[in-house]
């Protein structure tokens, strides 16, 4: 008896903001993922698959040393360096796409742990992930969340055309609005000391390509 009630503890942990978090420990034979409903809190939340391409807005928080070492939902062991997350409801193991909404700034995290159990707050990302976004000097921010592959497993959920890189911001604008005549959305994203341009929209390789022959553009194409 003393095994069985061993096997399953549950412990209700605050996140950054002493909001509670479940735990499961481990045992010899834990399944990583599950999907089974569970309750914080009075409220029973369910956990259930969603789409590539899925999106969620709200407000995103992040925990770090309080943690470092516990014990996430899925079992794993909670690495504040590594970069994951906590959701309500995503199924274990998702890969999800985190934008800042404040600043344009994007990470990529796999869900491995259950929260924020917090009104108002969508995600709660691991330390490295949350610094790479600038929660870490924030506390919290606006985000919107875009599910991008299952299973620790990245999908492409679309393509984009690389049409620049410039070092001066105004440059890139200029040419984004240049090549907005065409149709498609274009978007600038920072990468280092440069701004890169790029005509998104693409649902396949081949259109992207194809594209960029039909209007002689020297660029080049990649995932979303």
């Known amino acids: 008896m003393k095994i069985i009630l061993l096997a399953i503890i549950l412990f209700f942990l605050g996140c950054s903001t002493k909001e509670y978090k479940t735990y499961v420990i481990p045992?010899?034979?834990?399944?990583?993922?599950?999907?089974?409903?569970?309750?914080?809190?009075?409220?029973?939340y369910y956990p259930h698959n969603v789409p590539i391409g899925?999106?969620?807005?709200?407000?995103?928080?992040?925990y770090g040393p309080n943690f470092h070492g516990n014990y996430t939902s899925n079992g794993e062991?909670?690495?504040?360096?590594?970069f994951t997350a906590a959701h309500k409801t995503l199924p274990m193991n998702t890969i999800v796409k985190v934008t800042n909404l404040n600043n344009g700034k994007s990470v990529i995290v796999r869900i491995n742990d259950r929260g924020p159990f917090?009104?108002?707050?969508?995600?709660?990302?691991?330390?490295?992930?949350?610094?790479k976004i600038g929660l870490d000097v924030t506390g919290t921010a606006p985000v919107k969340i875009e599910v991008i592959g299952f299973k620790g497993k990245r999908y492409v959920s679309g393509y984009k055309l690389q049409v620049g890189a410039?070092?001066?911001?105004?440059?890139?604008?200029?040419?984004?609005?240049?090549?907005?005549?065409?149709?498609?959305n274009t978007k600038v994203l920072k990468a280092?000391?440069?701004?890169?341009?790029?005509?998104?929209g693409f649902k396949t390789y081949n259109q992207a390509k194809e594209f960029a022959l039909k209007h002689n553009i020297a660029g080049f194409v990649v995932g979303e």
């Open 27 to 44: 045992s010899s034979n834990i399944k990583t993922t599950t999907q089974k409903p569970y309750v914080v809190n009075g409220k029973i």
């Open 54 to 62: 899925w999106t969620q807005r709200g407000i995103a928080s992040w």
């Open 77 to 82: 062991i909670y690495n504040m360096y590594a």
């Open 118 to 131: 917090v009104k108002g707050r969508i995600i709660d990302l691991s330390y490295a992930a949350g610094k």
């Open 166 to 184: 410039f070092l001066n911001k105004n440059s890139a604008l200029k040419t984004a609005n240049k090549y907005k005549k065409f149709g498609y």
């Open 192 to 200: 280092k000391n440069f701004y890169k341009v790029y005509i998104t």
